[in-house]
């Protein structure tokens, strides 16, 4: 590799672990893309998982025991099959199709909350009462579904943050809860890739080795990360996650 080329993947994989970290969305959508510069997608789709997986074990020790563990007694097992259709996807589907659905999804979700929240702020304070009164989801369908589709888009197109945090903003859960979930989802997520993902041809063991050297540098950003996400106040910590969704959805909208 060039001296550019590794540049380019160190800003990557290192960003990529500041943003999980901080505030757990937007790692897989800012990475991919950046990788797919100096290398070929598939390539580029392989080497993210390991790279992730281990800014997701930071992210582990970071926010041990804040995560959701019933939400992801609902969540995991329907990613896992999502992760396996995902792998079905990417042999028999141009990843474009299913990158532009989650583009407007992105964008029609954030659009419409970021309305929300500047209604509930500025001209009926009674919107914040009315979500937060909102009953659960009783048969967890809603939540196995969530879970399906953050399996498929983070096998997809490493999407799954998006998915999952379409899905968690609507709890308004605290931010050290919603990274926490985040983090566990997407880590056992990403063990089932870097499987699917070898068996599948996409890494191999310079892929391994590439992102061992790099590894270092992953582990410092993910510290960087949570610290960045304890001086977060709780509401802009929440404008920020949504602004992120939005411009998530264009980026994809604008590179499909």
């Not at 659009?111 to 967890?140: C, T, W």
Request: glycine share 10%; charged share 15%; hydrophobic share 55%.
């Amino acid at each position: 590799m060039s001296y550019d080329e590794i540049i380019i993947i160190s800003i990557a994989v290192i960003g990529s672990s500041v943003i999980k970290n901080g505030v757990g969305v937007g790692a897989g959508i800012f990475l991919l893309p950046l990788l797919a510069l100096v290398l070929p997608p598939k390539l580029a789709l392989g080497l993210g998982a390991p790279a992730m997986l281990i800014s997701d074990i930071v992210g582990v020790k970071n926010y041990w025991g804040a995560w959701d563990r019933k939400e992801l007694k609902l969540l995991l097992p329907s990613a896992a099959v999502g992760v396996l259709f995902g792998c079905f996807l990417i042999k028999v589907m141009p990843d474009s199709v299913f990158k532009q659905c989650v583009g407007i999804f992105a964008l029609l979700f954030s659009s419409l909350h970021i309305f929300k929240m500047i209604k509930a702020r500025y001209f009926d304070l009674r919107e914040v009462n009315r979500q937060s009164g909102k009953k659960p989801d009783q048969v967890g369908v809603t939540t196995m579904l969530f879970g399906f589709l953050g399996g498929v888009a983070s096998t997809v197109a490493h999407a799954g943050g998006l998915i999952l945090s379409v899905y968690l903003i609507q709890k308004r859960v605290s931010s050290r809860v919603f990274v926490g979930t985040m983090v566990l989802f997407l880590g056992i997520n990403n063990v089932l890739k870097v499987i699917a993902y070898w068996n599948i041809g996409i890494i191999t063991g310079d892929t391994l080795l590439l992102i061992g050297a790099l590894s270092p540098a992953i582990i410092i950003g993910g510290l960087a990360g949570n610290e960045l996400n304890k001086r977060i106040p709780q509401d802009l910590f929440r404008l920020i996650v949504l602004a992120l969704i939005f411009c998530i959805g264009m980026r994809i909208q604008l590179t499909v």
